[in-house]
Antibody, heavy 114, light 107 residues
Framework: QVQLVQSGAEVKKPGATVKISCKASGYIFTNYAIHWVRQAPGHRLEWVGWINAGNGNTVYSQKFQGRVTITRDTSASTAYMELSSLRSEDTAVYYC???????WGQGTLVTVSS | DIQMTQSPSSLSASVGDRVTITCQASRAINNYLIWYQQKPGKAPKLLIYDASNLETGVPSRFSGSGSGTDFTFTISSLQPEDIATYYCQQYDTLPRTFGQGTKLEIK
């Protein structure tokens, strides 16, 4: 069965960088893109970016352009999202989702606090 | 970016009621619309895709309709386990965009 398992919760100081992983199983990793979506407390879901797991091409939301980097390791069937220059407004649960959006990771809480 | 306007933002209904949520896109999205259910502390769960197709395993009391820019999500007979927040999302283009959510409560 398709599964996406994300890395654990993170606590970071303002200005720091966080890197979250999303390990896929149950399907051919390179056949589907992976999306990253975040949800700040009390806010709607917000799309961060996307990686074509086959060729590594990425598209980022303009809001995060310059601060976000999405990569993948095909040998490990794992996608990564790195967000830099963290600020308190980046406190949120970050999700990965396989393209077609039927399968989601369990979410990773990132807390940015001094 | 395509803007998704969802309403209402909250809704209180009784068990057995018919519940309807609407979602409007800022331009036509070729029916590439998903409806999700999200319960507290959980990832969104896909219920409806392509605007009207029921995901496998989802109860038939859930349905979706619409085309172009205007879409509707319906629960035909509300059950206690349906208490959640519901979101629409377009997947016609990148960036993906979501409605603001509808929090459904039992009256």
């Amino acid at each position: 069965q398709v599964q996406l398992v994300q890395s654990g919760a993170e606590v970071k100081k303002p200005g720091a960088t966080v890197k979250i992983s999303c390990k896929a199983s149950g399907y051919i990793f390179t056949n589907y893109a992976i999306h990253w979506v975040r949800q700040a407390p009390g806010h709607r879901l917000e799309w961060v970016g996307w990686i074509n797991a086959g060729n590594g091409n990425t598209v980022y939301s303009q809001k995060f352009q310059g601060r976000v980097t999405i990569t993948r390791d095909t040998s490990a069937s794992t996608a990564y999202m790195e967000l830099s220059s963290l600020r308190s407004e980046d406190t949120a649960v970050y999700y990965c989702a396989r393209d077609s959006e039927a399968y989601w990771g369990q979410g990773t809480l990132v807390t940015v606090s001094s | 970016d395509i803007q998704m306007t969802q309403s209402p933002s909250s809704l209180s209904a009784s068990v057995g009621d018919r519940v309807t949520i609407t979602c409007q896109a800022s331009r036509a999205i070729n029916n590439y619309l998903i409806w999700y259910q999200q319960k507290p502390g959980k990832a969104p769960k896909l219920l409806i895709y392509d605007a009207s197709n029921l995901e496998t395993g989802v109860p038939s009391r859930f349905s979706g309709s619409g085309s172009g820019t205007d879409f509707t999500f319906t629960i035909s007979s509300l059950q206690p386990e349906d208490i959640a927040t519901y979101y629409c999302q377009q997947y016609d283009t990148l960036p993906r965009t979501f409605g603001q959510g509808t929090k459904l409560e039992i009256k």
